[in-house]
Every structure is written in structure tokens, then in C-alpha cells.
């Protein structure tokens, strides 16, 4: 018989030569009286063949003396791990467990504790490999369970990373995350594939549109290109989406947040609606809380509730497992609803989702260096200004701001460089309607604001206020607005009959049916009855007939 037994003199792991990974023995010594001693120098020790092996380092009563004991006796095991002897090496590890219980350290001191922690882990990561090396020794279609059962017996603190996800190969978040099967998953599978279906439908319908874009930008930013479903869950990918704590745009990031991040949040822009630049706002702040947390499930939570409360329920707890912590409702069923939602958007046939072909977002990128209308770069682009409106939902005033700067602006694509050269022939001063204002007396700033629609702190910052309270009759106030809305214009219009809607605004049409009213279609409309008055010039009678026509106007968004 032969007997193999380690005797650890280095720090070497596993033999590296020849076919089994065992030197050669030399001399005329009989095979099945020597042992190996797995160290850098090769030594044959012989042992008498009746008398039974015993670990090197350990003393007659079976107490190790040392930590190099314990560490002989890991080598062991680890030797016969190398040598596909897995039964042997667990029987080793079982009696390791056995002296790491009666072992008494000479000394206490940090550096010992930390070599005996580094010896528990190392033995905990040995066990592991003993575990998956038997589960996929035989029927691979068994190997989940037995992992399942092996990880059990295994140390409560082997860490969480480290347990596999078994079947195919995943990267990043799909190990992390998708693997997991069970019931809190299972309820939002079944919503969306149920009373959810025709929204889930249309957020498919969407990632047709936006998806390759934000999933660029993520995989750009070193990012799992699955984390565009958290866009999905928390906005549809809607970049008008607001929450009801006013959590804005595709990635629903709140305003501190978002400046924190880098987008810029005030009366002209809010960045937080445009793809491109929160997406790489997104990606800052998700990669920020991976650094932080390091697993995906807890990275989520945090972006839905905050970092600071999920690190107070990992304290309280003393338990980073996300499914085991004690979260608010609507954070505990977050990381549930985006692995049902990646699940499906990643094989939508699988669950019944017939989406159609969808046209991609596309767009070039010019830089506009002067305050301009909207309405002016889509005549230099060739395009209508809803198109352009609906390519830069940032641009809350139809223009570009007058104190940021140079701006990106998003054109159709393909119109980049004729839209820039015919820009560069319009003077500034052409580019941007602006209104004054003559302070009348009686009047405030305040008041000024809500009659032209903006707000206090943007009026005083064109103006270059210092003291808003500073305002005397006769003073003049500009007042920068798009073309579209010179309230010049629209008095001018409105003077001769026409109604003019605002910028942004769609028209609709109703055709009037026996028993409708002008306050009942006005409800239907969401509009008032004085806007259908104006609009369809209806002003000395309540008179509709079925077959009339009437038009209102409502915000295209």
C-alpha cells in the first residue's frame, strides 16, 4: 500500500511535474513503504508498512503544538485534493476541524489570530472544491442539489460570492442576481406576464427604441449592460417620468442626487431627462454603490431606498444578505421585480411578448455655443420642432440656456454638420426672443415670475440680482423666451381672432355626439371649457351640435 503523507517545510501548494503530480522516488526503497513529503525539496521518508501513518508535527497525545502543525495537516489534505483522493482529503479535514478545536496557542497575540483565520478560510475554500468536485463527477443533471446539500455542512461564514451559481456560465450580475428562483420573484413573474402584460409590453416596446443606447453607455462605463432594466422598472424608460417624491426622468434619480452626480437642474434644463447624460450619471452612481456594497442585490436596494438606510439594516441585522435583511416594503420587492423583468426582457418569446421591430434612437451631437430656440435649430436641421423637442426632453423652454455655457444638442441623425453650418450663419442676437419687462408699480418679482411661468431665483439670475426686493417701477426686466412663446406674438395673434398654443403643444380632435356637453367633452379633453370657448370660438352660446368638430390643445408629453 502506498502512503503518501505530507510533511509541509514551505509555503507550496500543489506538486506541478509529471502526469499525476508525484515525483518519481529514487533509491531502492519499496513504493508501498515511502511517503512523499510534498515540500520544494523532495524527501522520502520510509515508514514501517504495519505500523499506522502519523502526522508529522503532532505529538504522542494527538494535541498540535504549533500552528505549523495545523498547517502540515492542511497540506495533507491538499495533497490528496491534487491526487483526486477526495475522500481521503475530507477524512483530513474532519480531523483538521478536530485540532483547530483542542488547539491552544502558545501566545495570543494578532499576528497568530491572523494566520488561524487565514488557515480556517483556506480550509473552508478546500472543502468547497471537495463539494463541486463530487457534484459534477457524476450526473450533471444532479449537480444543483448536490451543491445545494454540500454548501450546507459547509462553515455558516464561507462567504456569499463564493458559492457558485450552477448550469451554464454567467458574467457579473446575471451570477450574482438571476440566478435566484423563489416565490418573491415568482409574483412579479406572474404579474407581468398577467395583469401587468399589456405595460410590460409597452416598456418592451420602448427598450426597442432606447435600449442599445443605454446599454452602451453602461457596458462604456465598465457596467452589466442588464442594469438597463433597472431603468425599465423604475420609469418604463419614460424620460418625463416623475415619481411622487419628484423623482425625475428614465433613472428616477432625485435632484441632490443627480447634482451630485453631475447633471445640472434648474428653470432652462433638467439633465436628469436626457438618456445619454443620465445614463453616465446612472452608471457613476451605481458603480459608487458596487464599490461600496459589492453585490448587485444590495446595489439595488440601495439605488431604490439609499445607501446609508440598507448599511443601517446590514448593522441591525449583522447580515449582508439582502434577502434576509429587513427592508421597507417597496425596497424589498425591488431586486424581486427587476430579476423578473430581466428575465423576460432577456427572452420575451419564452413568456408569450410578441414585440415588433422598433426603430433605435439615433441622433449626432452638435455643440450650440449661443443661447437658441429650439424651433431655429430645427429649421437649420431640416426637422420640426416637436422632433427636435422630443430628441432633447432636457431642454425644459425650447431653448438652450443662456447661462450654461456651450450646450449639446441632440439633431436628427445624419443632419450633425449641415445643422452646425447653418447655425454658424445666424447671429446671436437672432437666435432667442427676448422679452422686456416694465416693472409697473404695485408689482412684484414674485408676480412677474408666475405671469411669464418661471421662477424668482431664474429671473433675478438673468437679471443679475442681488436683492430681489430691489425692483422700482420703471425698471426694465428681460425676460429670455423661445419664439414660439413671444407672448408678443400670441397677443398680436389673439388680437385678430387666432388662438396660438404654446410651444410643445399637440392638438387634438372630438367629434361631438348626441347628449355631449361643452363642460362634459371638456372633461374628456382634460381641458376647461374657457380653453374650448377660445380655441373653437365659441363665445356667445353653449350650442354644440352631434357632428361638430372641436379642437384643443394639451402638452405633447
Request: aromatic share 8%.
Amino acid at each position: 500500500m502506498l502512503i503518501l503523507l505530507p510533511v509541509a517545510t514551505g509555503c507550496s501548494l500543489l506538486p506541478s511535474s509529471g502526469t499525476t503530480g508525484f515525483p518519481t522516488p529514487a533509491g531502492d526503497a519499496p513504493l508501498d513503504s515511502l511517503a512523499w513529503t510534498g515540500s520544494d525539496t523532495t524527501e522520502l521518508v520510509a515508514i514501517p508498512p504495519d505500523e499506522p501513518p502519523q502526522y508529522a508535527g503532532i505529538v504522542d497525545d494527538g494535541k498540535p503544538s504549533s500552528l505549523t502543525d495545523l498547517e502540515t495537516l492542511f497540506q495533507a489534505a491538499l495533497a490528496k485534493v491534487g491526487a483526486d483522493s477526495m475522500a481521503a482529503a475530507q477524512d483530513d479535514l474532519m480531523a483538521l476541524r478536530e485540532q483547530f478545536r483542542i488547539f491552544e496557542p502558545a501566545q495570543e497575540d494578532s499576528c497568530t489570530v491572523q494566520r488561524l483565520e487565514s488557515l480556517r478560510r483556506r480550509c473552508d475554500l478546500l472543502r468547497a472544491i471537495i463539494v463541486e468536485e463530487e457534484a459534477f463527477a457524476g450526473e450533471s443533471c444532479a449537480a444543483d442539489l448536490m451543491l445545494a446539500e454540500g454548501y450546507r455542512h459547509l462553515n455558516p461564514q464561507f462567504p456569499d460570492s463564493l458559492v457558485p451559481a450552477t448550469g451554464p456560465a454567467m458574467p457579473g450580475i446575471m451570477a450574482d442576481l438571476l440566478k435566484w428562483d423563489n416565490p418573491r420573484v415568482d409574483k412579479w413573474l406572474d404579474y407581468f406576464t398577467g395583469r401587468g402584460r399589456r405595460t410590460f409590453t409597452l416598456w418592451l416596446q420602448r427598450k426597442q427604441e432606447v435600449g442599445g443606447l443605454l446599454e452602451s453607455i453602461l457596458e462604456r462605463e465598465g457596467l452589466p449592460p442588464q442594469l438597463v432594466y433597472l431603468a425599465m422598472i423604475e420609469s418604463g424608460f419614460s424620460p418625463a417620468a416623475r415619481s411622487v417624491v419628484n423623482a425625475v426622468g428614465p433613472w428616477q434619480f432625485m435632484a441632490p442626487t443627480a447634482r451630485a452626480q453631475g447633471l445640472r437642474i434648474n428653470w432652462w434644463v433638467d439633465e436628469r431627462e436626457d438618456y445619454e447624460l443620465s445614463t453616465v450619471a446612472a452608471a457613476r452612481y451605481l458603480r459608487f454603490l458596487h464599490d461600496t456594497f459589492g453585490d448587485w442585490s444590495l446595489v439595488l436596494a440601495a439605488y431604490n431606498s439609499g445607501e446609508n438606510l440598507v448599511l443601517r439594516k446590514i448593522s441591525q441585522r449583522a447580515n449582508d444578505n439582502y434577502w434576509d435583511l429587513n427592508l421597507p416594503a417597496q425596497t424589498a420587492d425591488f431586486v424581486p421585480k427587476f430579476i423578473a423583468a430581466a428575465r423576460i426582457g432577456q427572452d420575451p418569446d419564452a413568456y408569450g411578448f410578441a414585440v415588433g421591430e422598433g426603430s433605435a434612437l439615433a441622433y449626432d451631437t452638435i455643440t450650440v455655443d449661443q443661447p437658441t430656440g429650439l424651433d431655429l435649430v430645427a429649421r437649420c436641421a431640416g426637422a420640426t420642432t416637436a422632433r427636435l423637442a422630443a430628441l432633447n426632453p432636457a431642454l425644459l423652454r425650447g431653448a438652450t440656456p443662456p447661462d450654461l455655457g456651450p450646450y449639446p444638442v441632440h439633431v436628427p441623425a445624419g443632419k450633425g454638420k449641415t445643422t452646425t453650418r447653418a447655425l454658424a450663419k445666424v447671429p446671436a442676437a437672432k437666435r432667442l426672443t427676448w422679452t422686456k419687462h416694465k416693472v409697473r408699480r404695485g408689482e412684484t418679482l414674485s408676480g412677474i415670475a408666475a405671469h411669464y411661468g418661471c421662477r424668482v431665483s431664474d429671473l433675478a439670475r438673468v437679471n443679475h440680482m442681488h436683492d430681489i426686493q430691489l425692483i422700482r417701477p420703471g425698471d426694465q426686466l428681460l425676460i429670455p423666451m423661445p419664439r414660439e412663446l413671444d407672448r408678443l406674438a400670441r397677443s398680436r395673434a389673439a388680437e385678430k381672432g387666432h388662438y396660438v398654443p404654446p410651444a410643445g403643444y399637440k392638438r387634438v380632435a372630438y367629434t361631438v355626439r348626441r347628449g355631449d356637453t361643452l363642460g362634459g367633452i371638456a372633461r374628456k379633453l382634460h381641458v376647461s371649457v374657457t380653453h374650448l370657448r377660445k380655441v373653437n370660438n365659441i363665445h356667445h352660446t353653449s350650442l354644440i351640435h352631434p357632428g361638430d368638430r372641436l379642437f384643443a390643445y394639451r402638452p405633447a408629453r
